[in-house]
Every structure is written in structure tokens, then in C-alpha cells.
């Protein structure tokens, strides 16, 4: 079995920034209320005619021009995604066709915002066993198409973006030293799209109903993040005998300042470790993670040696962790 590790990351989010106050304007809320409940000062959305394949694509393009790899050399596409281009073709097919990865398997993964961990696991034992050497994994995001713009506990909270990683076996001792995936769907109905699926296809009446829109009970989701976030990262920790006190920087899923902050209080992880930056993009689901991976490696703040956990937890109800050791060399034995 090889190692595998990241060898390569990029990022994209749409240009457009919409703030605090320009939802002031379109729904009951107010600048205050977000900034105090949330940590978020505003996000970016795609316009209307943009889709999450251009997102992906642009993401995409970065990380394979990180990791100086050509796309015709990419044996494998991921990407995790709740809103897809279509419910098909995948929307994994359509970026590798554009990014010319004409090599490559692809296929979507649907895992809400803990997508971009359930694909670099998987995506990782492809790699592992030899059967592939280079994989993308993308987590994108339009949450902006998906929302009700009369339901101010929901529509205030997303953003639309994507990042990306490269995957490659590494030497060992560096890359993924571990993962920690769960599920429960028992608690599938706190964050659900009820239509435009075979329960309940799109008719006049699930628009008019606004059921092809977010619904949460933010309160149920609230506890879950702050109790799963906490027992997942020590566990994927506990796997390989670390505990916290070994955690140099830790990537917890962007949904809201006051689930991180309650998480790592809990961890008893020093703030400074954490990246954050759910102010600028508000919760992008899949696209969360990566895009943090992406600007904390670009701005210097991830070391080779340094030890990552990426944390997050999801529509599923979905929950998954891992712990990589950074290193961005590919596999030099
Ligand atoms: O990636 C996973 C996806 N989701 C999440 O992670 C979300 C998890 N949940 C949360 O982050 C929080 O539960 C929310 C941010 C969604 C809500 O925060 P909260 O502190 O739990 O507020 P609440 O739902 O208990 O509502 C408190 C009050 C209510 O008014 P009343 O009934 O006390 O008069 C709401 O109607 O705040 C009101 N409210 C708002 N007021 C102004 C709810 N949304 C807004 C708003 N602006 N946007």
C-alpha cells in the first residue's frame, strides 16, 4: 500500500460579493444578528447563468497547475457536490471533459459539507492500492441556486465556491495517516431538499411550496455539529495514537464562528491553530474545507511535517475527519 497525500491545491470563488446589509434589502434580517449568530460578514455568488462545473473547473485548473501535473495525466475525478450542473450527466464528467482530463474515471459524491473529506478518502484508497496514481477531488458549491430568498434562517448563511486538491502517493510517514467517516440517516430530514427527486418530483406544486430550496431545523443541527465535530476529531486522532496537544492546525467545516468556536473549546485546541474564514464566504457545504486548505496553504500558513485535521459534518446526516501530515513532495523512493 502507498501513502497518499496532497500534492497540490487550488480555489475558486465567484467575483460577486453580496454583505450583511445587501440581505438587509431582500429579507427581514439585519447586519447585527448574522455577525453575532454566525461570524459571517458576507459571501460570494455565482451569477445566475454560471453553474458549479465552471466553479469546479477554475478550482480544478489551479490545483492541477500547483502540483505541475498535466491533465491528460489524471486517472481519477471527484467531485462532491449537493448542487450539481444535473442530476446527470455528473458533474465530475463535465469538468474533466473541460479540464481535457481525457484519462480519467469521474463521478460525483454526495455527503454535504463532509463531501470534500468523504472524496479525499476515497479517492485515496484508489491510490493506496496502486490502481491509480493521480486524483483530483473537488468540493463545489452554488448553494445561492438552492435558496429561499424568504426564509432568513437559511438563506443568510451559504456561499458559493470550490477547491480542490491533487492526490498522489508520498513517502511514507507523510499524507492521510488517518480517517474517521460516519453516518446517520435518522437525522436525514434536519437538512433536506424535499423535492426534485423520485419521493417527491418537481411538479408546480413543489415550487410554489419552495421545496426545491434548503430546509433546516438550524436548532437540531446546531447541537449535532458542536457534539460530532468534537468526538470525530479526537477519534481520527485516538486511530494513531495522537491526542490534540499533536494537532498543529486544524480545518473544522466554515458553517457558522459559534459551532467552531464551542468545538475547539471542547478540544481544547489553541484558537490560533484554527482557520476560519467564514466571515468572507460564508458556509460554501463541500466547498468549505478545501477553499480554507487552499488560502492557508497559499498564505504560508501550513508547514511541511505540520499536522493537519480537516473536520466536518453534513446533510445525511453525515460526519468525517482526517488527519494528514502535510507535505506537498510527491513520492520520491
Ligand atoms: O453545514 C451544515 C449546515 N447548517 C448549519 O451548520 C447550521 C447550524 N445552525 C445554526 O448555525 C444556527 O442554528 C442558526 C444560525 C441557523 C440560527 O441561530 P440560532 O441562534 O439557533 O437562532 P434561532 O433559530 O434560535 O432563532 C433566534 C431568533 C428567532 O426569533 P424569535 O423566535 O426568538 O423571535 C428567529 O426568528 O432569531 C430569529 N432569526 C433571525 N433574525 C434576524 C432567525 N434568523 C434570523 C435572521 N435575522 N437571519
Redesign the pocket.
Known amino acids: 500500500m502507498f501513502s497518499v497525500g496532497i500534492v497540490g491545491t487550488g480555489s475558486y470563488v465567484p467575483e460577486e460579493v453580496t454583505t450583511n446589509v445587501d440581505l438587509e434589502k431582500i429579507?427581514?434580517?439585519?447586519d447585527e444578528?448574522?455577525t453575532s449568530?454566525?461570524g459571517i460578514r458576507e459571501r460570494h455568488f455565482a451569477p445566475k447563468d454560471v453553474p458549479v462545473s465552471e466553479l469546479c473547473y477554475q478550482a480544478g485548473l489551479r490545483a492541477l497547475e500547483d502540483a505541475k501535473v498535466a491533465p491528460e495525466d489524471v486517472d481519477l475525478v471527484i467531485i462532491a457536490t449537493i448542487t450539481p450542473d444535473y442530476a446527470f450527466p455528473a458533474t465530475a464528467c463535465l469538468v474533466a471533459d473541460r479540464l481535457g482530463a481525457k484519462n480519467a474515471a469521474a463521478f460525483d459524491l454526495e455527503a454535504?459539507?463532509t463531501g470534500f473529506i468523504y472524496g479525499v478518502a476515497t479517492a485515496s484508497q484508489f491510490i493506496a492500492t496502486g490502481m491509480y496514481k493521480t486524483a483530483l477531488v473537488i468540493g463545489g458549491e452554488t448553494m445561492s441556486k438552492i435558496l429561499n430568498w424568504e426564509d432568513?434562517?437559511?438563506c443568510?448563511?451559504f456561499g458559493d465556491g470550490a477547491g480542490a486538491a491533487v492526490l498522489q502517493a508520498v513517502d511514507e510517514g507523510s499524507g492521510f495517516l488517518s480517517f474517521e467517516l460516519g453516518s446517520d440517516g435518522s437525522g436525514g430530514p434536519l437538512?433536506k431538499q424535499p423535492a426534485g427527486g423520485s419521493m417527491c418530483p418537481a411538479s408546480r406544486e413543489t415550487v410554489e411550496k419552495q421545496q426545491h430550496t434548503v430546509h433546516?431545523a438550524?436548532?437540531e443541527?446546531?447541537k449535532f455539529?458542536v457534539r460530532i465535530m468534537g468526538e470525530v476529531a479526537v477519534k481520527v486522532l485516538e486511530k494513531i495514537g495522537l491526542t490534540q496537544a499533536d494537532v498543529d492546525i486544524l480545518i473544522p467545516?466554515q458553517?457558522?464562528i459559534?459551532?467552531v468556536d464551542a468545538a475547539v473549546k471542547r478540544l481544547g485546541i489553541s484558537p490560533d491553530k484554527v482557520i476560519v474564514n467564514l466571515d468572507k464566504y460564508g458556509?460554501m457545504?463541500a466547498a468549505s474545507i478545501p477553499v480554507a486548505l487552499d488560502e492557508a496553504a497559499k498564505e504560508g500558513r501550513l508547514a511541511a511535517g505540520n499536522t493537519i485535521v480537516m473536520v466536518g459534518?453534513?446533510?445525511g446526516l453525515t460526519w468525517g475527519a482526517c488527519v494528514l501530515r502535510w507535505t506537498k513532495a510527491g513520492f520520491t523512493a
Open positions: 429579507v427581514d434580517t439585519n444578528w448574522i449568530r454566525t454535504g459539507c432568513r434562517s437559511t443568510i448563511l437538512l433546516m438550524g436548532n443541527v446546531y455539529a467545516h458553517a457558522n459559534r459551532i458556509n457545504s459534518f453534513g446533510t
